[in-house]
């Protein structure tokens, strides 16, 4: 369900008073649920800029940017994510989804198929096995 007009007040007014407080985590999710992506990334910014080590709030700025379709960027979040959380199955599924996006076979199969050995039980896991790896000839 969708936040309230006054929820996301209250949100925007604590992020206000807080940069780094957990409730930028929260108005990026709510901006992310309104199709709001670019105020969630404009959000996020600012959290992480305060809390850099929020890997919630970074991966609500990473969903942001595939929501956007900025590869890229959504790569460069989720890497920093994975690096540290080795266990954080939505950020493995979410990484290798945009590794796919661009094109970037090789490195998404085992990524997502890391994201589904995390959860095997998961029915939000991808099942690698049917991935196909285009060949170079």
């Known amino acids: 369900m969708a936040p309230s007009a ?17 409730a930028f985590v929260a108005l990026a999710n709510a901006y992310l649920a ?7 990334v404009a959000v996020g910014n ?5 809390a850099p080590e929020n ?9 942001a940017y595939a929501d956007l379709h900025q590869w890229k960027e959504a790569q460069g979040e989720l890497l ?7 266990g954080n199955r939505a950020a493995f599924a979410l990484l290798g989804e ?4 661009r094109a970037d ?6 990524v997502l198929q890391h994201a ?8 939000k896991s991808y099942r690698c096995s049917s991935v196909r790896v285009p060949t170079h000839r």
């Open 6 to 22: 006054l929820e996301i007040e209250e949100l925007i007014e604590r992020v206000r008073r807080d940069p780094g407080s957990p």
């Open 80 to 86: 920093k994510i994975v690096k540290v959380e080795r």
């Open 116 to 123: 589904q050995n995390l959860d095997p039980t998961s029915h």
């Open 98 to 101: 945009v590794l796919m996006r």
């Open 34 to 40: 309104l199709g709001r992506p670019r105020d969630a």
């Open 105 to 110: 076979y090789e490195r998404a199969v085992p």
């Open 55 to 63: 890997w919630e709030g970074r991966f609500a700025v990473a969903r």
């Open 46 to 50: 600012v959290g992480l800029a305060a």
